[in-house]
């Protein structure tokens, strides 16, 4: 049961890790325009 619970809890950090990686990257591009 501990490791089904664990689970979901490192789902969650990759897509938090996932989602800031693609706001920096968004970032990069509106700086690459200008």
């Not at 809890?9 to 690459?32: G, N, P, Q």
Request: charged fraction near 30%; glycine fraction near 0%; avoid cysteine.
């Amino acid at each position: 049961n501990r490791r089904l619970w664990r689970d979901p809890e490192a789902t969650i950090k990759s897509a938090e890790a996932f989602l800031y990686a693609a706001s920096i990257m968004t970032l990069v591009r509106r700086i690459a325009r200008t």
